[in-house]
């Protein structure tokens, strides 16, 4: 069994708060949109990490990690890629992998919208986790963590807060 911990759209920021909540995370997952080469060494130091980059992400971070990546957790096959859609309305790219690989789970970002969905077309859980960053039209910071144990995925949670206290917390240290 593993406990990972999903995130997306740092765009240069990780509140400290969610490394609390990932503390007990074998592997976290990023769904790209990280903002700076720090924000990425950072969170890679804290804990086993899959990655992609995302639109606002540098030559750097793009030379660091993929556009999307495939990969086996426990049973059950990943799709990661920043800019994915959701259940109905994927992206043509994301369409196409789906249907060239046909994950178990998806994971994207991009919207800065939570979303945890079950695709029944493709048979699929979709992810976003949201924004976890200060920056963007969200007004929450989300970000989620679940167990994944074989085939079985439980135990998920959804960790947020008010994007105004992330600010205001770096306001005033």
Not at 156 to 168: A, D
Request: aromatic share 10%; with cysteine.
């Amino acid at each position: 069994m593993l406990k990972i911990g999903i995130l997306s759209d740092s765009h240069g920021y990780i509140p400290p708060q969610l490394y609390d909540f990932f503390k007990n995370c074998d592997e976290i997952w990023h769904a790209g949109d990280w903002g700076d080469m720090q924000t990425y060494l950072q969170l890679k130091s804290f804990k086993p990490l899959k990655t992609v980059w995302g639109n606002i992400d540098d030559k750097d971070l793009r030379m660091e990690m993929p556009e999307y990546t495939i990969f086996n957790v426990e049973e059950l096959s990943v799709l990661i890629m920043h800019i994915g859609g959701y259940p109905g309305k994927y992206t043509n790219r994301c369409s196409e992998l789906i249907k060239a690989n046909r994950p178990d789970i998806m994971v994207c970002g991009h919207s800065h919208i939570l979303k945890v969905m079950r695709d029944k077309k493709y048979g699929l859980m979709h992810f976003n986790p949201g924004a976890c960053g200060k920056k963007g039209f969200h007004s929450l910071c989300t970000a989620i963590r679940l167990e994944i144990d074989g085939k079985i995925m439980r135990n998920l949670e959804v960790w947020e807060m008010p994007k105004q206290i992330t600010i205001n917390e770096l306001d005033f240290s």
